[in-house]
């Protein structure tokens, strides 16, 4: 029998990416949307919104009866961002699951305490924010009972690929026209000419590194950094860019403290983002191998595709 797969989400760019690498690996794969996008084919669909907690169970459960699911091997949480949603993983999956896993952020670190290369732990996380609620989350995850069902972290850092815009960096992050400046000629405006160090992860292989976990309960309350096999300058990543197009990269470069001054909430982007994987490694998970380039060129076809 095929392994049976729930994702909260499953219509956006990491939660689609994760159902349709499921979906072609041969799982049977449900996906609980509020139904305002597009599902990927293939997909059982559970229309509710995570936000109405009761609703939400009912219309799992009712799903499972339906199909005649006692528990699902895995689920995979995409868009848990406050203490709430982790509550309610364990609250419902606790008796309906074998295996959380729950996507948090390499943004749960306080950027001024970094390690080079940062690995899993730290005395520093941010207190509040969008990093500091994934950081409650993984909190509430550790205190939590969870009964019979294991949950395990990752904290991916830059998800790039296919379905997502491209840009890593500010002021150029997720640019709609970025292509288009490209090839135009247009200078990029980079934070610090764009030296911090990035490792970007293809979704794909993030979707692959989840599914990885199923039936490894030895995973229970382990949490784990997720990074590509590459790490490069933030320039560098928007010069292979520039190189797949066939264009030349002009950069001008933006003092970081005046840019940081006028924008706190971006201090996450600015710091190195570079990550220790050797946990991944020693634990025989699939560890993300694509080259940037090679997965950077499939998201510039698959943007000029569109
Ligand atoms: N992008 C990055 O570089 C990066 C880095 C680190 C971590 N992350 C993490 O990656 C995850 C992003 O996931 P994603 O790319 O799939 O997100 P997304 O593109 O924003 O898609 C959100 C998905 O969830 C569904 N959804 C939204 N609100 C819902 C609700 N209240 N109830 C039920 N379904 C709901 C949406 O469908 P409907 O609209 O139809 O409901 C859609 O399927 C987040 O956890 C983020 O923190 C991202």
């Not at 896993?101 to 001024?112: E, G, I, L, R, Y």
């Not at 292979?240 to 933006?254: C, P």
């Amino acid at each position: 029998m095929n392994d049976n797969l729930l994702i909260i989400g499953g219509s956006g760019f990491v939660s689609g990416t994760m159902a349709r690498r499921a979906v072609a690996a041969g799982w049977d794969v449900w996906v609980v949307t509020r139904g305002q996008r597009t599902l990927p084919a293939g997909v059982h669909a559970i229309v509710a919104d995570r936000k109405q907690t009761g609703a939400f169970a009912a219309q799992i459960s009712a799903a499972m009866k339906g199909a005649g699911i006692e528990r699902f091997d895995l689920v995979a949480d995409c868009i848990g961002y406050d203490v709430d949603d982790a509550l309610q993983d364990v609250a419902v999956f606790r008796d309906r699951a074998r295996q959380l896993v729950f996507v948090s952020t390499d943004f749960v670190f306080d950027p001024v305490h970094r390690h080079f290369p940062q690995g899993e732990t730290s005395a520093h996380y941010l207190p509040d924010g969008y990093g500091g609620n994934k950081r409650l989350c993984e909190m509430e995850l550790l205190r939590s009972a969870c009964g019979d069902m294991s949950w395990t972290v990752v904290r991916p850092c830059h998800i790039y690929g296919p379905g997502s815009l491209l840009g890593c960096l500010p002021t150029h992050g997720r640019d709609k026209q970025l292509l288009k400046r490209l090839r135009a000629g247009e200078a990029l405006r980079l934070v610090g000419g764009g030296h911090f160090l990035q490792q970007p992860i293809l979704a794909q292989d993030l979707a692959d590194l989840m599914l990885g976990m199923v039936h490894r309960t030895d995973l229970h309350q382990r949490i784990f950094q997720a990074a590509g096999p590459d790490v490069v300058e933030s320039v560098a990543y928007y010069r292979i860019i520039a190189d797949i197009v066939g264009v030349e990269l002009g950069v001008e470069e933006l003092p970081v403290g005046e840019f940081l001054a006028q924008n706190p909430a971006s201090a996450s982007f600015l710091c190195h983002r570079i990550y220790d994987l050797g946990n991944l490694q020693q634990a025989a998970l699939p560890v993300p191998a694509t080259p940037l380039r090679t997965g950077l060129a499939q998201q510039v076809a698959a943007l000029d595709a569109q």
